[in-house]
């Protein structure tokens, strides 16, 4: 049983930062690998970013290259977005995600149905 829980979210102007946080409980969190989510008003939940369970392997969607970095601190079973130059585009309710089980190979996952466990989220508003 994995639970997630973000923070770090809240109001920044365009082209600010923000870096969210997702605690995870657990003594495997090291074995998981980890993806964020993102779901803008009226829009379906879209892949951001995901983490291999070193941090030695990412994976980004296009929209966020350059500009969001995923980290993790296995010590801390904490996962980070550190996310830059944001545009109101970015605006979304943010959620951290888990596969059902360990992972093996370094594996990353990009597909929603990877992946469940999930946080509440973290609301992101970025204003123009």
């Known amino acids: 049983q994995v639970q997630l829980v973000e923070s770090g979210g809240g109001l920044v102007q365009a082209g600010g930062s923000l870096r969210l946080s997702c605690a995870a409980s657990?003594?495997?969190?090291?074995?998981?690998?980890l993806g964020w989510f993102r779901q803008a008003p009226g829009k379906e939940r879209e892949f951001v970013a995901a983490?291999?369970?070193?941090?030695?392997?990412?994976y980004y969607t296009d929209s966020v290259k350059g500009r969001f970095t995923i980290s993790r601190d296995n010590a801390k079973n904490t996962m980070y977005l550190q996310m830059n130059s944001l545009k109101p585009e970015d605006t979304a309710v943010y959620t951290c995600?888990?596969?059902?089980?360990?992972?093996?190979?370094?594996?990353?996952?990009?597909?929603?149905?990877?992946?469940?466990?999930w946080g509440q989220g973290t609301q992101v508003t970025v204003s123009s």
């Open positions: 657990g003594r495997t969190f090291s074995a998981y690998s």
């Open positions: 995600a888990a596969p059902p089980q360990t992972t093996i190979w370094n594996q990353i996952f990009t597909a929603e149905y990877k992946y469940h466990y």
């Open positions: 983490i291999s369970t070193n941090g030695r392997n990412t």
